[in-house]
């Protein structure tokens, strides 16, 4: 039998969150983070890339630029939060590129 199950760390509010999820359970990251932390005020736009309050850092693992979808990098440029890593969680699907992944949950600023 294929392992295809999906395990992320989330910390968000001082607590850690171990996720278990299936290669497209969900239609994106930000829909899976929403449902099962029940995120008030998260993924205004409904996953279409421009309100920016599904933010999501990454932990543990980089990007560059050739990563980012469609208009994510001009959504997260309207944003004074400058870290590495940021990303939209509604552009991240749910399968093997998100395996293991360590995030945050931070707010647009
Ligand atoms: S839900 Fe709006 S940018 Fe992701």
Known sequence: MIENKIHIKV???NEVHNIITY???????MQLLADRLVLDDFGECKGE???GTCMILAINKSYSKSDYY???LNTLSKFKNERDNLR???QLLINEEIQGLHLEITEAI
């Open 70 to 72: 469609r208009n994510e």
């Open 11 to 13: 910390f968000f509010n």
């Open 23 to 29: 290669k497209n359970e969900y239609r994106n990251l």
């Open 49 to 51: 890339g421009k309100c």
């Open 88 to 90: 939209l969680s509604c």
